[in-house]
């Protein structure tokens, strides 16, 4: 069974860090492109970043840009991404998705994705 598997979510302070993680089973990474969403409470979806196949190309939402760094590591079937400098409006449910293109697009045309890990961002 095909499945994206989220992690390393939970409750920080405003300033802090955290690294979430997404693992995929029953397939390899290594031929697909990468995203993470958030979904804020009554916002709509949006895109944090995107890693291509290689690793080798990333982009990043300019909320993030600077804070943010998306990675991945094929051997492990793994990606991350590390949230530094957190601030209140990261807040939400962060998801990966899987798109069968080496290279990062806008819109990202997510194949599947996985239920998400909850970021809350409180002092």
């Known amino acids: 069974q095909l499945q994206l598997v989220e992690s390393g979510g939970g409750l920080v302070q405003p300033g802090g860090s955290l690294r979430l993680s997404c693992v995929a089973t029953?397939?390899?990474?290594?031929?697909?492109?990468i995203a993470w969403f958030r979904q804020g409470a009554g916002k709509d979806g949006e895109e944090v970043a995107c890693?291509?196949?290689?690793?080798?190309?990333?982009n990043y939402a300019d909320s993030v840009k600077g804070r943010f760094t998306i990675s991945r590591d094929n051997a492990k079937n793994t990606v991350y991404l590390q949230m530094n400098s957190l601030k209140p409006e990261d807040t939400g449910n962060y998801y990966c998705?899987?798109?069968?293109?080496?290279?990062?697009?806008?819109?990202?045309?997510?194949?599947?994705w996985g239920q998400g890990t909850q970021v809350t961002v409180s002092s």
């Open positions: 998705a899987s798109a069968s293109r080496r290279l990062c697009v806008s819109p990202f045309p997510s194949l599947d």
């Open positions: 029953g397939f390899t990474l290594d031929y697909y492109s």
């Open positions: 890693i291509s196949s290689s690793g080798g190309s990333t």
